[in-house]
């Protein structure tokens, strides 16, 4: 059964360093997302993203992140110079149609 | 703006024993209600999409239903790999999905 998969696992780095998460969305699908997952927090939406551009991002989505389907197969997210709360799970998600979301593993992300 | 109130934040049940969860939303023109599962340290995994008031879906144990202001997710009989935490998400447009804090179900054998 096709999965979105993500890379790395777990990030490490330090304050103010630029980080690149990457995902392979499921191959047919149209449409990707990018959430965060802070540690006992609810999952909130970061981005998403269609034919080849974003088409809706929310207010966490500031000008420190960026995102990027560098070719067929990759949707990667950006983070400029990372700040302490920037430290959560980020997960990819891709859907077909824009409905029913298919997510990753996630990627723990950890800012000291 | 939108908001989904997911009640209660955590549910102990013994194997067998059959229960339902609860999703409070607001959202002006629903797109779609969906229903995740999500294991400790793992994406959230997809489990139903809810449309219309009055429609419902099925899948194992489990039968989701909606009305214009909330969505039962039912748990029947429940076997102790059911624990998990349940999420509730509500889409308004394409590609903004709002989601609860969540219900954690912890099924006792």
């Avoid at chain 2, 229960?19 to 629903?30: A, R």
């Avoid at chain 2, 899948?59 to 202001?69: G, I, N, P, V, W």
């Amino acid at each position: 059964e096709p999965e979105v998969t993500q890379t790395p696992s777990h990030q490490v780095t330090q304050m103010g360093q630029e980080v690149i998460l990457r995902c392979v969305p499921i191959s047919n699908h149209l449409y990707f997302y990018w959430y965060r997952q802070i540690l006992g927090q609810k999952v909130e939406f970061l981005v998403s993203f269609y034919n080849n551009e974003i088409s809706e991002k929310s207010e966490i989505f500031d000008d420190q992140f960026s995102v990027e389907r560098p070719d067929g197969s990759n949707f990667t997210l950006k983070i400029r110079s990372t700040k302490l709360e920037d430290s959560a799970m980020y997960f990819c998600a891709s859907s077909v149609q824009g409905n029913e979301q298919y997510f990753g593993p996630g990627t723990r992300l950890t800012v000291t | 703006e939108d908001q989904v109130t997911q009640s209660p934040e955590a549910l102990r049940l013994q194997e067998g024993e059959s229960s339902s969860l609860n999703c409070s939303y607001t959202v002006s023109g629903l797109r779609g209600l969906f229903w995740y599962r999500q294991d400790p340290g793992k994406g959230p995994e997809f489990l139903f999409t809810l449309y219309s008031a009055g429609e419902e879906k099925e899948k194992e144990r489990l039968k989701a239903t909606l009305t214009k202001k909330e969505s039962f997710l039912h748990i029947t009989a429940p076997k102790p790999e059911d624990s998990a935490t349940y999420l509730c998400a509500v889409q308004a447009r394409a590609g903004k999905s709002t989601f609860g804090d969540g219900t954690t179900l912890t099924v006792k054998p």
